[in-house]
């Protein structure tokens, strides 16, 4: 069964450029959530799509967006790139985002360098 | 607000030393908390969810137990593959269905 995957691994970016990142949950997964992970603030949720429909926001500014696709894969969007938004992004799926029992399936990442 | 607090932020045991790490939390209508493995450069690997005080979960050398006030992962006679940062994570009704992470523990056992 494949897990959560995530693309690019890496990436390095100048600052003021704009970034996408993917996200494909496990077959059969609806739900997809974002998370920061940085040294100083730990992880960070970003938002979760369910269906398509961003059901929870994190407190993040407006540049960081993102969006789901009928077939649940998900993106994430940072826009205006800063110093500060270097960071590991990790995407979490689970069938559905009211079920608590096994928490989420994490993807390995995508390491973001902001030059 | 809620917080999550995980102490100590590093541990470093011998093979065999068994110890505990804390998971303090202040959260209001508590709804579940999680217990994650990370190892460096890959994502959260889920360990255990309690749901309420008395709880207790238990999977090969580890034992997670739950309190109104906190949680413990108690690691029985660990070996060097153990080694890894541990994240404690709760849900809560006013985050809705985002998890709320502390910081880690950081555990190394050297053989």
């Known amino acids: 069964k494949a897990g959560v995957t995530q693309t690019p691994r890496y990436l390095i970016k100048t600052r003021g450029q704009q970034v996408t990142l993917s996200c494909s949950p496990i077959?059969?997964?609806?739900?997809v959530s974002w998370y920061q992970q940085t040294p100083g603030q730990g992880l960070q949720f970003l938002f979760e799509?369910?269906?398509?429909?961003?059901?929870n926001k994190g407190n993040f500014p407006g540049r960081f967006s993102g969006r789901q696709f009928s077939n649940s894969r998900s993106e994430m969007n940072v826009s205006t790139l800063e110093l500060g938004d270097s960071a590991l992004y990790l995407c979490a799926s689970s069938l559905r985002p009211d079920l608590l029992g096994r928490g989420y399936t994490f993807g390995s990442g995508t390491r973001l360098t902001v030059v | 607000e809620d917080q999550v607090t995980q102490s100590p932020e590093a541990l470093r045991l011998q093979e065999g030393e068994s110890s505990s790490l804390n998971c303090s939390y202040t959260?209001?209508?508590?709804?579940?908390l999680f217990w994650y493995r990370q190892d460096p450069g890959k994502g959260p690997e889920f360990l255990f969810t309690?749901?309420?005080a008395g709880e207790e979960k238990e999977k090969e050398r580890l034992k997670a137990t739950l309190t109104k006030k906190e949680s413990f992962l108690h690691i029985t006679a660990p070996k060097p593959e153990d080694s890894a940062t541990y994240l404690c994570a709760v849900q809560a009704p006013q985050a809705g269905t985002a998890l709320i992470f502390g910081k880690g523990t950081t555990l190394s056992v050297s053989s």
């Open positions: 309690l749901y309420s």
């Open positions: 799509y369910f269906s398509e429909t961003q059901r």
């Open positions: 959260v209001s209508g508590l709804r579940g």
């Open positions: 077959s059969g997964h609806r739900s």
